[in-house]
């Protein structure tokens, strides 16, 4: 069983920066995406940003060139890398990781508020 462990999150206002961190149980360093989603009250859950084996990337509009994704294979850790934090970006972010099938953390809690 894959076990994935999300910190890093708080509260910030806006225009403030985040890093939320994600460890894995297993090594991240073979074939399979890693990925960050957030669920907003009253929302549906939304993939943020994600990192392929190949080491590209993809993001959400809203986030793109403000959110950077990245990974050590090293110490089997992903990272969100969160600034210009806006209040919309307020959420529950979920670390996801899919090798065959999906696995999820519980979930770390970004408040953006002045």
């Known amino acids: 069983q894959v076990q994935l462990v999300e910190s890093g999150g708080g509260t910030v206002q806006p225009g403030g920066s985040l890093r939320l961190s994600c460890a894995a149980s297993?090594?991240?360093?073979?074939?399979?995406?890693l990925a960050w989603y957030r669920q907003a009250p009253g929302k549906e859950r939304e993939l943020v940003a994600r990192i392929f084996s190949g080491d590209s990337t993809n993001y959400l509009k809203s986030v793109k060139g403000r959110f950077t994704i990245s990974k050590d294979n090293a110490k089997n850790m992903v990272y969100l890398q969160m600034d210009s934090l806006k209040p919309e970006d307020t959420a529950v972010y979920y670390c996801n990781a899919r090798w065959t099938i999906d696995y999820w953390g519980k979930g770390t809690l970004v408040t953006v508020s002045s």
């Open positions: 297993r090594s991240i360093d073979s074939s399979g995406t």
